[in-house]
Protein backbone atom coordinates (compact mmCIF):
# COMPACT_ATOMS: atom_id res chain seq x y z
CA UNK A 1 0.00 0.00 0.00
CA UNK A 2 1.29 3.53 -0.69
CA UNK A 3 -0.37 5.72 1.69
CA UNK A 4 -0.88 9.39 0.87
CA UNK A 5 2.56 11.41 2.15
CA UNK A 6 3.85 14.85 2.66
CA UNK A 7 7.56 15.32 1.03
CA UNK A 8 9.86 18.05 1.44
CA UNK A 9 13.27 19.25 0.11
CA UNK A 10 15.84 19.61 2.81
CA UNK A 11 17.67 21.35 0.26
CA UNK A 12 15.00 23.98 0.00
CA UNK A 13 14.77 24.49 3.28
CA UNK A 14 17.89 24.83 4.27
CA UNK A 15 18.37 27.51 1.52
CA UNK A 16 15.27 29.43 2.34
CA UNK A 17 17.26 29.46 6.20
CA UNK A 18 20.02 30.97 4.64
CA UNK A 19 18.29 33.97 3.07
CA UNK A 20 16.17 34.91 5.58
CA UNK A 21 18.71 34.64 7.83
CA UNK A 22 20.81 36.71 5.63
CA UNK A 23 18.31 39.22 5.08
CA UNK A 24 17.59 39.84 8.95
CA UNK A 25 21.51 39.53 9.71
CA UNK A 26 22.05 42.41 7.15
CA UNK A 27 19.59 44.78 9.77
CA UNK A 28 21.30 42.65 13.49
CA UNK A 29 18.82 40.67 14.03
CA UNK A 30 19.19 36.78 14.78
CA UNK A 31 16.63 34.08 13.65
CA UNK A 32 14.78 31.34 15.61
CA UNK A 33 13.45 28.77 13.26
CA UNK A 34 10.23 27.45 13.55
CA UNK A 35 9.42 24.10 12.97
CA UNK A 36 5.87 24.05 14.80
CA UNK A 37 3.94 23.89 11.63
CA UNK A 38 6.09 20.41 11.16
CA UNK A 39 5.28 19.00 13.94
CA UNK A 40 8.84 19.43 15.17
CA UNK A 41 10.69 17.64 12.25
CA UNK A 42 14.41 17.13 13.56
CA UNK A 43 15.17 16.58 9.56
CA UNK A 44 13.48 20.12 9.26
CA UNK A 45 15.25 21.47 12.65
CA UNK A 46 18.51 20.67 11.20
CA UNK A 47 17.85 22.08 7.99
CA UNK A 48 17.03 25.32 9.63
CA UNK A 49 20.37 24.95 11.77
CA UNK A 50 22.42 24.00 8.64
CA UNK A 51 20.73 27.23 7.21
CA UNK A 52 21.99 29.14 10.24
CA UNK A 53 19.27 29.96 12.40
CA UNK A 54 20.70 30.54 15.96
CA UNK A 55 17.92 28.07 17.92
CA UNK A 56 14.86 26.67 17.76
CA UNK A 57 11.30 27.81 18.59
CA UNK A 58 8.63 24.87 19.14
CA UNK A 59 4.81 26.22 20.76
CA UNK A 60 4.70 22.20 22.06
CA UNK A 61 7.08 20.48 24.50
CA UNK A 62 6.17 16.94 22.97
CA UNK A 63 8.13 18.78 19.80
CA UNK A 64 11.05 19.45 21.23
CA UNK A 65 11.06 16.47 23.42
CA UNK A 66 10.85 14.32 20.22
CA UNK A 67 14.03 16.71 18.70
CA UNK A 68 15.96 16.34 21.54
CA UNK A 69 15.49 12.39 21.29
CA UNK A 70 16.53 12.57 17.93
CA UNK A 71 19.83 14.08 18.72
CA UNK A 72 19.10 17.82 17.50
CA UNK A 73 21.69 19.58 19.14
CA UNK A 74 20.30 23.80 19.25
CA UNK A 75 19.01 25.83 22.02
CA UNK A 76 15.27 25.42 22.19
CA UNK A 77 12.70 28.68 22.89
CA UNK A 78 9.24 27.56 23.89
CA UNK A 79 6.75 29.68 21.53
CA UNK A 80 3.38 29.28 23.61
CA UNK A 81 3.70 30.64 26.91
CA UNK A 82 3.61 27.62 29.65
CA UNK A 83 0.79 26.08 31.43
CA UNK A 84 1.29 26.21 35.15
CA UNK A 85 1.07 22.78 35.37
CA UNK A 86 4.13 21.69 33.31
CA UNK A 87 6.59 24.36 34.68
CA UNK A 88 8.56 21.29 35.77
CA UNK A 89 8.83 19.99 31.84
CA UNK A 90 9.48 23.40 30.51
CA UNK A 91 12.26 23.63 32.94
CA UNK A 92 13.75 20.66 31.57
CA UNK A 93 12.85 20.83 28.13
CA UNK A 94 13.91 23.86 27.31
CA UNK A 95 16.39 27.15 27.29
CA UNK A 96 13.91 29.83 27.08
CA UNK A 97 10.42 30.00 27.15
CA UNK A 98 8.34 33.25 26.15
CA UNK A 99 6.08 34.28 28.92
CA UNK A 100 3.13 36.41 30.13
CA UNK A 101 1.69 35.08 33.40
CA UNK A 102 2.98 35.38 37.08
CA UNK A 103 2.20 32.74 38.48
CA UNK A 104 3.95 30.40 36.11
CA UNK A 105 6.56 32.11 36.37
CA UNK A 106 6.87 31.73 39.80
CA UNK A 107 6.20 28.12 39.12
CA UNK A 108 9.53 28.22 36.56
CA UNK A 109 11.32 29.40 38.87
CA UNK A 110 10.83 27.16 41.80
CA UNK A 111 11.47 24.45 39.72
CA UNK A 112 14.81 25.76 38.38
CA UNK A 113 15.77 26.09 41.91
CA UNK A 114 15.11 22.78 42.58
CA UNK A 115 17.25 21.76 40.23
CA UNK A 116 20.11 24.71 41.78
CA UNK A 117 19.66 26.41 38.32
CA UNK A 118 17.71 29.86 36.36
CA UNK A 119 15.37 29.08 34.05
CA UNK A 120 15.26 31.90 31.18
CA UNK A 121 12.48 33.83 29.92
CA UNK A 122 11.34 36.82 27.61
CA UNK A 123 8.42 38.76 28.67
CA UNK A 124 5.51 39.05 26.30
CA UNK A 125 4.11 41.94 25.93
CA UNK A 126 0.60 42.74 23.65
CA UNK A 127 0.86 45.30 20.95
CA UNK A 128 -2.20 45.16 19.96
CA UNK A 129 -3.06 42.18 18.31
CA UNK A 130 -4.60 40.42 21.60
CA UNK A 131 -3.69 36.84 21.42
CA UNK A 132 -0.44 36.65 24.56
CA UNK A 133 1.31 39.06 26.41
CA UNK A 134 1.33 41.39 29.10
CA UNK A 135 -0.74 44.89 28.49
CA UNK A 136 2.42 47.44 28.19
CA UNK A 137 1.08 49.70 31.24
CA UNK A 138 1.49 46.59 33.41
CA UNK A 139 5.31 45.52 32.33
CA UNK A 140 6.81 47.90 34.85
CA UNK A 141 5.17 46.21 37.79
CA UNK A 142 5.04 42.84 36.68
CA UNK A 143 8.92 43.08 35.81
CA UNK A 144 9.08 44.65 39.67
CA UNK A 145 7.86 41.23 40.64
CA UNK A 146 9.21 38.74 38.29
CA UNK A 147 12.32 40.28 39.49
CA UNK A 148 11.58 38.80 43.29
CA UNK A 149 11.95 34.94 41.36
CA UNK A 150 15.43 33.82 42.02
CA UNK A 151 15.14 31.29 39.89
CA UNK A 152 14.00 33.11 36.66
CA UNK A 153 16.01 35.27 34.85
CA UNK A 154 14.38 38.06 32.34
CA UNK A 155 16.44 38.11 29.20
CA UNK A 156 14.53 39.88 26.91
CA UNK A 157 10.96 41.36 25.97
CA UNK A 158 9.27 40.20 22.57
CA UNK A 159 5.83 40.40 20.89
CA UNK A 160 3.68 38.63 18.53
CA UNK A 161 1.69 39.91 15.89
CA UNK A 162 -0.44 39.16 13.02
CA UNK A 163 -1.62 35.95 14.48
CA UNK A 164 -5.15 36.67 16.32
CA UNK A 165 -6.16 39.92 15.85
CA UNK A 166 -4.49 40.32 12.23
CA UNK A 167 -2.00 43.26 13.29
CA UNK A 168 0.53 44.46 11.05
CA UNK A 169 3.97 45.39 12.42
CA UNK A 170 4.64 48.77 11.98
CA UNK A 171 7.74 51.41 12.80
CA UNK A 172 5.33 52.56 15.10
CA UNK A 173 4.17 49.16 17.08
CA UNK A 174 8.04 48.10 17.22
CA UNK A 175 9.11 51.55 18.59
CA UNK A 176 7.14 50.97 21.54
CA UNK A 177 8.22 47.51 21.88
CA UNK A 178 11.81 48.94 22.30
CA UNK A 179 10.42 51.76 24.33
CA UNK A 180 9.25 49.04 26.78
CA UNK A 181 12.59 47.22 26.70
CA UNK A 182 14.97 50.41 27.04
CA UNK A 183 12.30 51.64 30.08
CA UNK A 184 12.77 47.76 31.79
CA UNK A 185 16.53 47.89 31.38
CA UNK A 186 16.52 51.57 32.93
CA UNK A 187 14.38 50.95 35.64
CA UNK A 188 15.83 47.84 36.97
CA UNK A 189 19.28 48.08 35.77
CA UNK A 190 19.19 45.13 33.54
CA UNK A 191 20.98 44.45 30.12
CA UNK A 192 18.05 43.01 27.96
CA UNK A 193 19.25 40.00 25.24
CA UNK A 194 16.32 39.59 23.06
CA UNK A 195 14.38 42.31 21.71
CA UNK A 196 12.13 40.06 19.69
CA UNK A 197 10.22 41.86 17.34
CA UNK A 198 7.76 38.66 15.83
CA UNK A 199 7.28 36.47 13.02
CA UNK A 200 7.34 35.75 9.05
CA UNK A 201 5.23 39.13 9.50
CA UNK A 202 8.00 41.43 10.18
CA UNK A 203 10.09 40.58 6.90
CA UNK A 204 8.46 43.47 4.80
CA UNK A 205 9.32 45.79 7.37
CA UNK A 206 12.70 45.02 8.33
CA UNK A 207 13.75 45.01 4.14
CA UNK A 208 11.82 48.42 3.83
CA UNK A 209 14.64 49.43 6.74
CA UNK A 210 11.53 50.41 8.95
CA UNK A 211 12.89 48.16 11.70
CA UNK A 212 14.29 50.28 14.73
CA UNK A 213 17.52 49.48 15.33
CA UNK A 214 17.25 47.89 18.39
CA UNK A 215 14.73 45.02 17.58
CA UNK A 216 17.76 42.37 17.10
CA UNK A 217 15.71 39.03 17.12
CA UNK A 218 13.13 37.25 15.04
CA UNK A 219 11.12 33.82 15.60
CA UNK A 220 10.67 32.64 11.90
CA UNK A 221 8.28 29.76 10.76
CA UNK A 222 6.63 30.00 7.50
CA UNK A 223 9.26 32.07 5.48
CA UNK A 224 11.92 29.66 6.02
CA UNK A 225 9.34 26.53 5.09
CA UNK A 226 6.93 27.78 2.51
CA UNK A 227 8.75 31.24 1.30
CA UNK A 228 6.37 33.69 1.99
CA UNK A 229 6.00 36.76 4.27
CA UNK A 230 3.00 36.47 6.02
CA UNK A 231 1.37 40.33 5.39
CA UNK A 232 0.41 39.75 2.31
CA UNK A 233 1.63 36.09 1.51
CA UNK A 234 4.05 37.08 -1.05
CA UNK A 235 6.72 34.88 -2.37
CA UNK A 236 10.19 36.33 -0.16
CA UNK A 237 12.91 37.30 -3.00
CA UNK A 238 15.78 34.52 -2.87
CA UNK A 239 13.54 31.71 -1.40
CA UNK A 240 11.50 28.21 -2.47
CA UNK A 241 7.99 28.45 -2.03
CA UNK A 242 7.47 24.35 -3.28
CA UNK A 243 9.68 22.63 -0.82
CA UNK A 244 6.56 20.95 0.79
CA UNK A 245 4.46 19.08 -1.40
CA UNK A 246 0.92 16.57 -0.46
CA UNK A 247 0.82 13.99 -2.81
CA UNK A 248 -2.50 11.53 -2.99
CA UNK A 249 -3.73 8.80 -5.09
CA UNK A 250 -6.63 9.05 -7.31
CA UNK A 251 -9.03 5.82 -6.12
CA UNK A 252 -12.10 6.63 -8.15
CA UNK A 253 -12.22 8.45 -11.20
CA UNK A 254 -15.66 8.85 -12.97
CA UNK A 255 -17.24 11.84 -15.48
CA UNK A 256 -20.40 13.15 -13.68
CA UNK A 257 -22.48 16.61 -13.73
CA UNK A 258 -21.10 19.52 -11.81
CA UNK A 259 -24.46 19.70 -9.99
CA UNK A 260 -25.94 17.38 -7.50
CA UNK A 261 -28.54 15.73 -8.00
CA UNK A 262 -31.78 15.89 -5.76
CA UNK A 263 -33.34 17.91 -2.60
CA UNK A 264 -30.12 20.62 -1.68
CA UNK A 265 -29.51 20.17 1.77
CA UNK A 266 -26.42 20.28 4.25
CA UNK A 267 -23.08 18.83 3.53
CA UNK A 268 -21.62 16.88 6.34
CA UNK A 269 -19.73 19.79 7.64
CA UNK A 270 -23.11 21.49 8.49
CA UNK A 271 -22.67 23.85 5.20
CA UNK A 272 -25.25 24.19 2.11
CA UNK A 273 -22.76 23.96 -0.84
CA UNK A 274 -23.14 26.12 -3.56
CA UNK A 275 -22.50 24.87 -7.28
CA UNK A 276 -21.97 26.40 -10.54
CA UNK A 277 -23.21 24.60 -14.06
CA UNK A 278 -19.84 23.85 -16.20
CA UNK A 279 -21.27 20.82 -17.51
CA UNK A 280 -20.26 16.95 -16.89
CA UNK A 281 -16.82 16.97 -15.82
CA UNK A 282 -14.24 13.78 -15.02
CA UNK A 283 -13.90 14.19 -11.04
CA UNK A 284 -10.98 12.44 -9.31
CA UNK A 285 -11.38 10.98 -5.96
CA UNK A 286 -8.10 10.88 -3.57
CA UNK A 287 -7.53 9.21 -0.36
CA UNK A 288 -7.03 12.55 1.87
CA UNK A 289 -9.10 14.51 3.51
CA UNK A 290 -10.32 17.27 5.87
CA UNK A 291 -8.73 15.13 8.71
CA UNK A 292 -5.29 15.21 6.79
CA UNK A 293 -5.45 18.94 5.22
CA UNK A 294 -7.29 22.37 4.82
CA UNK A 295 -8.66 21.33 1.16
CA UNK A 296 -9.11 25.56 0.31
CA UNK A 297 -5.25 25.70 0.85
CA UNK A 298 -4.04 23.12 -1.35
CA UNK A 299 -2.33 24.67 -4.76
CA UNK A 300 -2.45 21.67 -7.85
CA UNK A 301 1.20 21.32 -9.12
CA UNK A 302 -0.90 20.75 -12.56
CA UNK A 303 -2.38 24.20 -12.92
CA UNK A 304 -5.20 22.21 -15.06
CA UNK A 305 -6.43 20.63 -12.02
CA UNK A 306 -9.29 22.61 -9.51
CA UNK A 307 -9.92 21.44 -6.07
CA UNK A 308 -13.51 21.22 -5.50
CA UNK A 309 -13.66 20.33 -2.03
CA UNK A 310 -13.20 17.67 0.34
CA UNK A 311 -14.86 15.73 3.40
CA UNK A 312 -13.65 14.16 6.19
CA UNK A 313 -11.22 11.67 3.72
CA UNK A 314 -11.81 12.50 0.23
CA UNK A 315 -10.37 15.15 -1.64
CA UNK A 316 -12.44 16.11 -5.01
CA UNK A 317 -10.25 17.30 -7.86
CA UNK A 318 -11.58 18.77 -11.41
CA UNK A 319 -9.19 16.50 -13.47
CA UNK A 320 -11.17 17.59 -16.81
CA UNK A 321 -8.41 19.33 -18.45
CA UNK A 322 -5.38 17.44 -17.76
CA UNK A 323 -4.08 15.55 -20.57
CA UNK A 324 -2.83 12.70 -21.50
CA UNK A 325 -5.99 11.77 -18.81
CA UNK A 326 -5.63 10.91 -15.13
CA UNK A 327 -5.89 6.96 -14.46
CA UNK A 328 -6.54 5.66 -11.59
CA UNK A 329 -3.67 4.96 -9.36
CA UNK A 330 -2.07 7.82 -10.12
CA UNK A 331 -0.53 10.29 -7.13
CA UNK A 332 -1.45 14.39 -7.82
CA UNK A 333 0.85 16.74 -6.03
CA UNK A 334 -0.46 20.05 -4.33
CA UNK A 335 1.53 22.81 -2.83
CA UNK A 336 0.01 23.54 0.80
CA UNK A 337 -0.80 26.65 2.41
CA UNK A 338 0.70 27.13 6.19
CA UNK A 339 -2.98 25.76 7.47
CA UNK A 340 -2.77 22.40 4.90
CA UNK A 341 1.09 21.79 5.97
CA UNK A 342 0.00 22.02 9.90
CA UNK A 343 -2.73 19.62 9.15
CA UNK A 344 -0.87 17.20 7.28
CA UNK A 345 1.96 17.11 9.28
CA UNK A 346 0.24 16.41 11.92
CA UNK A 347 -1.90 13.75 10.38
CA UNK A 348 -0.84 10.28 11.41
CA UNK A 349 -2.27 9.08 7.75
CA UNK A 350 0.15 10.89 5.73
CA UNK A 351 3.91 9.62 5.64
CA UNK A 352 6.43 11.84 6.32
CA UNK A 353 9.36 11.84 3.30
CA UNK A 354 12.19 14.00 3.65
CA UNK A 355 14.19 14.36 0.38
CA UNK A 356 17.50 16.46 -0.24
CA UNK A 357 17.37 18.14 -3.95
C1 LIG B 1 4.22 30.36 15.45
C2 LIG B 1 4.93 31.46 16.11
C3 LIG B 1 5.95 32.14 15.43
C4 LIG B 1 6.31 31.83 13.98
O1 LIG B 1 5.33 32.32 13.12
P1 LIG B 1 5.48 32.26 11.51
O2 LIG B 1 4.36 33.06 11.02
O3 LIG B 1 5.41 30.82 11.13
O4 LIG B 1 6.82 32.86 11.20
C5 LIG B 1 6.62 33.14 16.10
N1 LIG B 1 6.32 33.45 17.37
C6 LIG B 1 5.35 32.83 18.07
C7 LIG B 1 5.06 33.24 19.47
C8 LIG B 1 4.63 31.82 17.45
O5 LIG B 1 3.65 31.20 18.14
Known sequence: ???PFVRFDLAKIEANARAIVADCARRGISVAGVTKCTCGHPDVARAMLSGGVVEIGESRLENVLRLRRAGVRARFLLLRVPPLSAVEHVVDAVDVSLDSELDVLAGLSAAALRRRRRHDVVLMVDL??????????????????ALQLAGVRIVGVGANLTCFGGVAPTRE????????ADEVERTF?????????GNSSALELIAAGGMPARINHLRVGEAILLGRETLHRRAWPGTSQDAFEIQAEVIELKEKPSLPIGEPAQDAFGHVPHFVDAG????????????????EG???VDSRARVLGASSDYLIVDVTAIAPPVKVGDFLAFVPSYAALLAAMTSPYLA????RG
Open 280 to 295: DRIRALLDIGREDVDP
Open 352 to 355: KRPV
Open 173 to 180: NMTRLVAL
Open 128 to 145: GDLREGIWPDDLTRFTRE
Open 189 to 197: GLALTYVSG
Open 1 to 3: MAE
Open 298 to 300: LTP
